[in-house]
T-cell receptor, first 118, second 112 residues
Framework: GAGVSQSPSNKVTEKGKDVELRCDPISGHTALYWYRQSLGQGLEFLIY????????KSGLPSDRFSAERTGGSVSTLTIQRTQQEDSAVYLCASSYLPGLRSSYNEQFFGPGTRLTVL | QQQVKQSPQSLIVQKGGISIINCAYENTAFDYFPWYQQFPGKGPALLIA?????SEKKEGRFTISFNKSAKQFSLHIMDSQPGDSATYFC???????????FGKGTHLIIQP
């Protein structure tokens, strides 16, 4: 079946511009995650959605970052007024959670969006 | 605060040898420990995972060893092959829908 897809695969933008990154999770997966991968920081967890709601937004690096998920499916990560330090690969993952107390949190990752801020 | 420490940063192993990557964690609330494999330009792919109620899990050539008292776990790749050359990440999470906390990664090269 289809895996997690992300678009665009590459995005080059100028400092100060806004960008939107899109994630299509695996069909039927209730949980969706955003991560950032950079040389300096490795893989950082940003935010997760259970259905359409994000219980904890504290992992977002700054208030320029926001994310939403609609219809329990597609999610967008928006970065406003981009800065050079935002340059990284943004990864999305999804998982099927039969119940919130499950520990089998097998997350399937998409190929990522490589963001370059000039 | 780095909650999952991974070593070594890079590793070169001869074909047919055993590759060993180690991780240590600090948060005793973690109860799920996966290993991910990542090739250049691709997202991480789950390789094998373990829960703290077992000390070892084996899937094919890949084995996780887990030491709960020491808060350490390791990945062993037996009969390492050039196709295993990739970056490997250990990770940990608590129950429910927690995000994964990743180690910094190990760049593994298998020499033919």
């Amino acid at each position: 079946g289809a895996g997690v897809s992300q678009s665009p695969s590459n995005k080059v933008t100028e400092k100060g511009k806004d960008v939107e990154l899109r994630c299509d999770p695996i069909s039927g997966h209730t949980a969706l995650y955003w991560y950032r991968q950079s040389l300096g920081q490795g893989l950082e967890f940003l935010i997760y959605f259970q259905g359409n709601s994000a219980p904890d937004k504290s992992g977002l690096p700054s208030d320029r970052f926001s994310a939403e998920r609609t219809g329990g499916s597609v999610s967008t990560l928006t970065i406003q007024r981009t800065q050079q330090e935002d340059s990284a690969v943004y990864l999305c993952a999804s998982s099927y959670l039969p119940g919130l107390r499950s520990s089998y949190n097998e997350q399937f990752f998409g190929p990522g969006t490589r963001l370059t801020v000039l | 605060q780095q909650q999952v420490k991974q070593s070594p940063q890079s590793l070169i192993v001869q074909k047919g040898g055993i590759s060993i990557i180690n991780c240590a964690y600090e948060n005793t609330a973690f109860d799920y420990f996966p290993w991910y494999q990542q090739f250049p330009g691709k997202g991480p792919a789950l390789l094998i995972a373990i829960r703290p109620d077992v000390s070892e899990k084996k899937e094919g050539r890949f084995t996780i060893s887990f030491n709960k008292s020491a808060k350490q776990f390791s990945l062993h790749i037996m009969d390492s092959q050039p196709g295993d050359s990739a970056t490997y990440f250990c990770a940990a999470s608590g129950g429910g829908a927690d995000g994964l906390t990743f180690g910094k990664g190990t760049h593994l090269i298998i020499q033919p």
